[in-house]
């Protein structure tokens, strides 16, 4: 199979939920990111073969997210999208099959990512369209539904976090130091410049005068100590260890990268960021989903010949530190080579954007 290399790699700062970003929709800052990756990587978008985005809060979005994004980013309408809902795996998975794509010779040059806004997810109105004959009414919150919402189990994903938690006796002091630590490196990171290349500002209009230029991430909390979140309450179970402090936030953002066959790389005089060794997906019990990097990542290593011991630098999800640290215990990465510059604790890139932005991450 072909050499697929990363040429590209570009992300929003992350907003807060309801935070700088949350009036943009997701489809306006994938927009904002498929351009901006074109245009590092020296490409035209005819030149591109494919489009593929992951982006789970699709309820009122229209039509084909990311075929809105390509185009409202100028690449010509003949140039297929596709849409990727495989939750907070979807950016990642954009960007696998966008890879596979490749390999297969079926595409030279393919722009791959994620986007979403929490912020302007709808409310529902189930019944609505037939009506209510007697009493009140539900109206369900479609950020919950679709995207937090365990779906098979019924309960929130904090309850996951507590499950695992509980598996791999995980103490609330453990998950509030780790936490802490995770701030205190996004902090490090962003004093130190460490995120200015990979971000691309995003035009916020205002109701007067010109637009705000949004190009610093605002989850961040400076100052943050293991002490202070031990004063924080559980979240999701009553005498829990997961809070609001030691899970990643609610945030919207959007990250691309621009992928092409090692042979077209040479083509274009286009210097590769990175090559993409191997991919690798698994699914696990929903009870416990944030353990399934685990056995992706072992499948993605077996596909590279590599091992965990080999890896200089590990960048991993960090959906709730209790999960986290789960993941690093069971594929045995020690704690100074995760995340060169934070964990997403720290910088949590919104729900469905996240795992594009490590690869934006590493490539960069």
Not at 88 to 106: D, N, R, W, Y
Not at 252 to 258: I, K
């Amino acid at each position: 199979m072909r050499e697929v290399v990363i040429v590209s790699a570009v992300r929003t700062a992350i907003g807060n939920f309801m935070g700088g970003l949350s009036t943009v929709p997701a489809t306006e800052l994938g927009a904002v990111v498929i351009k901006e990756a074109l245009n590092r990587a020296g490409v035209t978008g005819d030149q591109v073969d494919e489009v593929v985005m992951g982006n789970v809060l699709q309820a009122g979005l229209g039509q084909g997210p990311a075929r809105q994004s390509a185009i409202k980013a100028g690449l010509p309408v003949e140039i297929p999208s596709t849409t990727i809902n495989k939750l907070c795996g979807s950016g990642l998975k954009a960007v696998h099959l966008a890879t596979q794509s490749i390999q297969l010779g079926e595409a030279d040059i393919v722009v791959a990512g994620g986007m979403e806004n929490m912020s302007l997810a709808p409310y529902l109105l189930p019944k609505g369209r037939t009506g209510y004959r007697m009493g009140d009414g539900k109206v369900i919150d479609s950020m919950i539904q679709d995207g937090l919402q365990c779906a098979v189990n019924d309960y929130h994903m904090g309850m996951t976090a507590e499950n695992i938690a509980e598996k791999y006796h995980l103490t609330r002091e453990q998950q509030d130091e780790f936490a802490a630590w995770s701030q205190q490196k996004a902090e490090e990171a962003t004093k130190t410049g460490k995120f200015v290349d990979e971000i691309v500002p995003v035009e916020i209009p205002q109701r007067k005068g010109n637009p705000v230029l949004f190009d610093k991430d605002e989850y961040p909390r400076a100052g943050t100590t293991a002490e202070q979140l031990s004063k924080l309450r559980p979240a999701f179970k009553k005498d829990g260890t997961v809070t609001a402090g030691n899970a990643s936030g609610i945030n919207d953002g959007a990250a691309a990268l621009v992928l092409m066959s090692r042979e077209k790389a040479n083509e274009l005089g286009v210097k590769p960021m990175a090559v993409i060794r191997g991919n690798g997906a698994a699914g696990v019990d929903p009870a416990i989903m944030g353990i399934g990097p685990v056995p992706a990542s072992n499948k993605a290593l077996e596909k590279a010949g590599l091992t965990i011991g080999e890896m200089d630098l590990v960048e991993a999800n960090e959906a709730f530190a209790a999960q986290s640290l789960a993941v690093g215990h069971d594929l045995e990465i020690p704690t100074e080579k995760t995340k060169c510059k934070r964990w997403s604790r720290g910088v949590r890139s919104s729900n469905r954007c996240e795992w594009c932005t490590y690869s934006c991450y590493i490539a960069s």
